[in-house]
């Protein structure tokens, strides 16, 4: 009688609780210390924290410190710049939280919901998989990652006033769920299905207002930043961030859209193919709780979650893997909202199938072992950036798009209003053809101290007026060639 009542008492489940999640963050910990060591950036954290070091330095957001993603990652950066002095261990700090915070929070939806510690950490592990190691994470600096996890931290959040009903928590939910779309804005469709989830689940006119109020709190908080900034002209960013939003509208060519076909097929590929089991007992769970009228709400919000995820990379004209990652993070958290539904009508009904389903799906996950490796190496300078230390108040420039990280190794910044020549923004639209004329004005009138380059230039500084600029202005002084990557230049101004 004292083991059963142990095990049904609030202070052991309590344990549990914080024992999986303990174990899904350092699950996830591990697959990402497995792929990424400090000092590791490619083109888009290469890029997004240049930005932010050029705001923190005093430049403008969306003036002369230019990207077309919304500020909520750049200000994140900022954050972690201001809180970890060394740069490079800030970006690699933010990078982990997000993934342990995502862990922790994917754990805790999958234990209230299926109310079974085994189910849930089995689910939770495969979530932890393909959240982080299964996913184009790069270096876990794409807005991705971030949006998707404010709208998971929320629907935590959502879990727990489900079964405390404790309003201040689901006011936290729609406050999470509101910060995601300032990270992307393909987001806005993810925080409206949030909301909505949030929203049925309130009877009184007030909470509701208090709910939509308490989501736009991040808007506001943004919104006052951008108008608060503003360049040597008084020009505000928050103008510059509404044209970003226009070029977002305009820029993209049509004849560069990947088919929906291929999109799909890469979905299933990387995805579907080892959760087709899941799949179906989320159909069947759907099907089985629509005979329930109070359960609409639940069944279609959470299908609008999932299918929202999925809008990320269907309206994309690109097909870069990171643009899958919140389907692949929100999978397992829609299984377990409808899980969650499905069990209080049929109490353990389908508890067995899913163990079994998970167990097949963790077992035949990869036909190679996960290689965990947790020898972590001290971020090292290399040569370039010992040298380019050794001048603080220069300036740089970056022809070569994936060595972006340079800016914050070194702490240079960049006297264009781009920090690396991104092919995508130097198209031949006419948006493209502007950005050549402007990038071209700033490089040849204010000349930065400082040029990296690969054993090639990029594909804007091809057409430049003058297409030996760099080699009648600069000198190439350094070089950093490694076996497995290509090499990098470093040339400084004559």
Same mark, same amino acid.
């Given at each position: 009688?004292?083991?059963?009542?142990?095990?049904?008492?609030?202070?052991?489940?309590?344990?549990?609780?914080?024992?999986?999640?303990?174990?899904?963050?350092?699950?996830?910990?591990?697959?990402?210390?497995?792929?990424?060591?400090?000092?590791?950036?490619?083109?888009?954290?290469?890029?997004?924290?240049?930005?932010?070091?050029?705001?923190?330095?005093?430049?403008?957001?969306?003036?002369? +410190?230019?990207?077309?993603?919304?500020?909520?990652? @750049?200000?994140?950066?900022?954050?972690?710049?201001?809180?970890?002095?060394?740069?490079?261990?800030?970006?690699? +700090?933010?990078?982990?939280?997000?993934?342990?915070?995502?862990?922790?929070?994917?754990?805790?939806?999958?234990?209230?919901?299926?109310?079974?510690?085994?189910?849930?950490?089995?689910?939770?592990?495969?979530?932890?998989?393909?959240?982080?190691?299964?996913?184009?994470?790069?270096?876990?600096?794409?807005?991705?990652?971030?949006?998707?996890?404010?709208?998971?931290?929320?629907?935590?959040?959502?879990?727990?006033?489900?079964?405390?009903?404790?309003?201040?928590?689901?006011?936290?939910?729609?406050?999470?769920?509101?910060?995601?779309?300032?990270?992307?804005?393909?987001?806005?469709?993810?925080?409206?299905? +949030?909301?909505?989830?949030?929203?049925?689940?309130?009877?009184?006119?007030?909470?509701?207002?208090?709910?939509?109020?308490?989501?736009?709190?991040?808007?506001?908080?943004?919104?006052?930043?951008?108008?608060?900034?503003?360049?040597?002209?008084?020009?505000? +960013?928050?103008?510059?961030?509404?044209?970003?939003?226009?070029?977002?509208?305009?820029?993209?060519?049509?004849?560069?859209?990947?088919?929906?076909?291929?999109?799909?097929?890469?979905?299933?590929?990387?995805?579907?193919?080892?959760?087709?089991?899941?799949?179906?007992?989320?159909?069947?769970?759907?099907?089985?709780?629509?005979?329930?009228?109070?359960?609409?709400?639940?069944?279609?919000?959470?299908?609008?979650?999932? @299918?929202?995820? *999925?809008?990320?990379?269907?309206?994309?004209?690109?097909?870069?893997?990171?643009?899958?990652?919140?389907?692949?993070?929100?999978?397992?958290?829609?299984?377990?909202?409808?899980?969650?539904?499905?069990?209080?009508?049929?109490?353990?009904?389908?508890?067995?199938?899913?163990?079994?389903?998970?167990?097949?799906?963790?077992?035949?996950?990869?036909?190679?072992?996960?290689?965990?490796?947790?020898?972590?190496?001290?971020?090292?300078?290399?040569?370039?950036?010992?040298?380019?230390?050794?001048?603080?108040?220069?300036?740089?420039?970056?022809?070569?798009?994936?060595?972006?990280?340079?800016?914050?190794?070194?702490?240079?910044?960049?006297?264009?209003?781009?920090?690396? *020549?991104?092919?995508?923004?130097?198209?031949?639209?006419?948006?493209?053809?502007?950005?050549?004329?402007?990038?071209?004005?700033?490089?040849?009138?204010?000349?930065?101290?400082?040029?990296?380059?690969?054993?090639?230039?990029?594909?804007?500084?091809?057409?430049?007026?003058?297409?030996?600029?760099?080699?009648?202005?600069?000198?190439?002084?350094?070089?950093?060639?490694?076996?497995?990557?290509?090499?990098?230049?470093?040339?400084?101004?004559?």
């Amino acid at each position: 009688m004292q083991k059963i009542f142990l095990s049904n008492s609030p202070s052991y489940k309590v344990h549990k609780l914080y024992f999986g999640a303990l174990a899904n963050m350092a699950f996830a910990l591990g697959l990402f210390m497995a792929m990424i060591q400090p000092g590791v950036l490619y083109t888009d954290g290469g890029i997004f924290s240049a930005i932010a070091l050029k705001d923190l330095q005093g430049g403008t957001l969306y003036l002369n +410190a230019w990207e077309n993603k919304p500020p909520g990652l @750049f200000y994140l950066i900022e954050l972690f710049y201001l809180i970890i002095p060394n740069h490079v261990y800030a970006l690699y +700090a933010l990078a982990i939280s997000v993934f342990l915070v995502t862990a922790a929070c994917q754990f805790y939806i999958l234990y209230r919901q299926t109310e079974t510690f085994g189910l849930s950490l089995i689910i939770a592990i495969i979530a932890s998989y393909f959240t982080v190691y299964k996913n184009n994470i790069a270096e876990g600096l794409v807005t991705e990652i971030y949006g998707s996890a404010c709208i998971i931290v929320g629907i935590a959040a959502y879990t727990h006033y489900m079964h405390h009903k404790q309003f201040r928590m689901l006011l936290l939910g729609a406050c999470s769920v509101g910060a995601s779309f300032w990270f992307k804005e393909p987001f806005l469709l993810l925080y409206i299905a +949030a909301m909505i989830m949030f929203l049925l689940q309130l009877k009184q006119g007030h909470e509701r207002i208090k709910l939509i109020a308490s989501s736009l709190i991040p808007s506001v908080i943004c919104l006052i930043l951008l108008s608060m900034s503003t360049d040597k002209n008084g020009q505000h +960013a928050l103008h510059g961030f509404i044209e970003s939003i226009q070029y977002n509208l305009s820029y993209v060519q049509s004849d560069q859209i990947i088919a929906l076909k291929t999109k799909i097929n890469d979905l299933y590929e990387h995805l579907l193919t080892y959760a087709v089991g899941l799949l179906f007992i989320m159909i069947y769970m759907s099907y089985k709780l629509l005979f329930q009228k109070q359960l609409y709400g639940t069944v279609i919000s959470a299908w609008f979650i999932l @299918f929202a995820s *999925a809008f990320i990379f269907i309206s994309s004209p690109y097909n870069f893997g990171h643009y899958y990652y919140p389907f692949f993070a929100l999978f397992y958290v829609v299984f377990a909202l409808l899980y969650g539904a499905f069990n209080q009508q049929y109490k353990n009904a389908l508890m067995f199938t899913v163990v079994v389903l998970g167990l097949i799906q963790m077992f035949n996950i990869d036909k190679q072992p996960i290689k965990l490796n947790y020898d972590l190496q001290p971020y090292q300078e290399d040569n370039i950036v010992k040298t380019l230390k050794k001048h603080p108040n220069k300036t740089l420039f970056i022809d070569y798009v994936d060595k972006g990280g340079y800016y914050v190794k070194s702490g240079l910044s960049y006297p264009t209003f781009l920090p690396v *020549a991104l092919q995508v923004h130097f198209n031949e639209s006419a948006q493209g053809l502007q950005n050549r004329t402007r990038i071209w004005k700033e490089l040849s009138e204010h000349k930065p101290d400082f040029l990296i380059t690969t054993h090639t230039t990029s594909y804007f500084s091809w057409f430049l007026p003058d297409p030996d600029f760099y080699k009648s202005n600069y000198t190439k002084i350094d070089s950093v060639i490694k076996a497995d990557d290509n090499p990098v230049f470093l040339w400084q101004l004559k």
